[in-house]
């Protein structure tokens, strides 16, 4: 990652009749930080930028599809870079009591069984299967040690 991750957001954005603004190259760079998906206040407070600019520029690279929206439990949408300029294939582990959400990767061979499980379901339905996403819903150890004492 690096150069060619902004080549190919500067590409996106061009597609979409934008300009790669350094703004808009600081809110990559706090993705590209980030462990796991950001609110948009997160996404303030880590970037420096002023919470109008990020606001506005977050939703820009939502639009050129740079940056993807995470749905939660919770009413604060997250955002992440689109998997598909990162390269990462990965999963998300959602706390339904505090909402935070966590990224997580598989082996590739359970990535294999999930793709043959999703294409026989979809192979009924006449359906076509491009990727996949597989979210689990629960409570984070935080939550669940907080509820144990
Ligand atoms: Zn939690
Ligand atoms: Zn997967």
Same mark, same amino acid.
């Given at each position: 990652?690096?150069? @060619? ?8 954005? @061009?597609? @979409? !009749?934008? /300009? $790669? ?11 590209? !930080?980030?462990? %796991? ?17 990020? $606001? %506005? ?10 940056? +993807? ?17 990162? @390269?990462? +294939? +990965? +999963? ?17 061979? #359970? ?21 996949? /996403? #597989? ?8 939550? /669940? ?5």
């Amino acid at each position: 990652m690096g150069e @060619d991750l902004h080549r190919a957001v500067a590409d996106r954005l @061009d597609l @979409d !009749g934008q /300009r $790669y603004t350094s703004g808009r190259r600081t809110l990559v760079e706090t993705l590209v !930080g980030a462990t %796991r998906p950001l609110t948009a206040a997160e996404v303030v407070t880590e970037s420096d930028l002023s919470q109008s600019s990020a $606001y %506005r520029n977050l939703s820009v690279l939502e639009g050129a599809g740079v940056v +993807h929206r995470v749905s939660g439990t919770d009413e604060f949408a997250r955002f992440e870079l689109a998997e598909d300029l990162t @390269d990462h +294939h +990965h +999963h998300h582990l959602i706390c339904e009591s505090c909402g935070v959400v966590r990224d997580f990767t598989v082996p590739d061979a #359970l990535e294999e069984s999930v793709d043959a499980l999703a294409s026989q379901v979809a192979r009924s339905a006449g359906f076509e299967v491009r990727d996949h /996403r #597989l979210d689990l819903f629960g409570h984070c150890a935080d939550c /669940r040690s907080a509820t144990q004492v």
